[in-house]
């Protein structure tokens, strides 16, 4: 995990950050009025700011606190609430930690990020906040696709101990990428559609080496998630996209580089935090058995834009020639 922005097609860059998922219970079994939001905020902030060896600062909008509305209808098991904590200002820790550090000598910082967030999870799991006499339970964890050595052990243990994938050489590995809730429009074609474009998509994955396969759709089941309790439904806001590269290596170093970032557009105040995974269930050998005939062309002619589908798998035809070389370091 790098502590460096990093520049991809389109304006777009993958800035690092971290994710720390928060789940809030009761120290009481009873509870007769929902959380304030505010004030868990507060406490938070509070703890970052005068509790830990380092002075971390989070502005209120960083943290996302979703209170359970309907206390009547809660199991004396389940939560008062959850939300999410983003430290997306880094600049305190490349300070510090480039004393003298080699410019060019980025291991070592990358490391004392992972422990800094390791550290802030056990610093925080557990923690009692204490909100005018009401007492609250914390419980914090790393998310799953911010974990790319998780990630890592998971897939190995998978093919280790399974049947299923692709067999490169008598040698089982993962080549796809699953990515969800990015905005649609950041992978559209500009002043032509909102949608999120086959072309613009492969340009942009095109950084991280020679694609195989490529499907985007309109991820609206996130969306629905994510307004459900405003009842404020925005179809088509959120794509998902999957692509398979053709090597390995390059399916690793794209996921290594998309975990524990958020995507950001130039120009855009907006900060994208998807989820990112590997995917187990062969996902294009089954989209082919489904849409054989479907294919999208590689090369769109003006007339034909590639407009993505709501399901439908993309077949790269771009050779080692003509595809974007890779930015970063092997």
């Not at 507060?42 to 209120?60: C, M, Q």
């Not at 008598?170 to 086959?198: H, N, Y």
């Not at 609206?220 to 999957?242: M, P, Q, R, T």
Request: net charge positive; charged share 35%.
């Amino acid at each position: 995990m790098s502590i460096r922005p990093f520049e991809i097609e389109n304006g777009l860059s993958l800035v690092p950050r971290i994710k720390l998922n928060l789940t809030i219970y009761p120290s009481s079994l009873t509870v007769t009025k929902p959380i304030d939001e505010w004030k868990i905020k507060r406490a938070l902030i509070d703890f970052l700011e005068t509790s830990l060896s380092i002075r971390i600062t989070v502005p209120e909008e960083d943290i996302d606190i979703r209170r359970l509305k309907e206390l009547k209808k809660r199991k004396r098991e389940d939560p008062v609430a959850n939300g999410a904590l983003f430290i997306r200002d880094l600049g305190f820790l490349i300070n510090k930690l480039e004393k003298g550090v080699e410019e060019d000598d980025l291991k070592s910082l990358e490391g004392k990020l992972l422990e800094l967030r390791k550290y802030l999870v056990e610093k925080m799991d557990g923690l009692e906040l204490n909100l005018e006499g009401v007492k609250f339970k914390l419980t914090v964890a790393l998310p799953a696709s911010d974990d790319f050595e998780g990630m890592k052990k998971a897939w190995e243990e998978f093919y280790a101990f399974g049947n299923r994938g692709y067999s490169r050489g008598g040698r089982q590995e993962p080549d796809t990428i699953i990515l969800r809730g990015v905005p649609s429009r950041w992978f559209a074609e500009p002043r032509v559609s909102s949608k999120p474009s086959m072309l613009v998509t492969h340009t942009i994955f095109s950084t991280f080496g020679n694609i195989r396969n490529l499907n985007v759709a309109e991820d609206n089941d996130l969306g629905k998630d994510a307004n459900e309790e405003s009842g404020d439904l925005v179809s088509g806001l959120y794509c998902k996209i999957v692509v398979q590269f053709e090597k390995y290596r390059d399916f690793y170093d794209a996921l290594k580089v998309l975990c524990g970032r958020s995507l950001q557009k130039q120009g855009s105040k907006m900060k994208a935090d998807y989820d990112v995974t590997w995917d187990k269930d062969v996902f294009f050998r089954n989209s082919r058995n489904q849409t054989h005939e479907n294919r999208v062309p590689a090369v769109a002619s003006e007339n034909d834009r590639s407009e993505a589908p709501k399901r439908q798998p993309y077949n790269s035809r771009y050779t080692s020639d003509n595809v974007r070389p890779r930015r970063f370091k092997e």
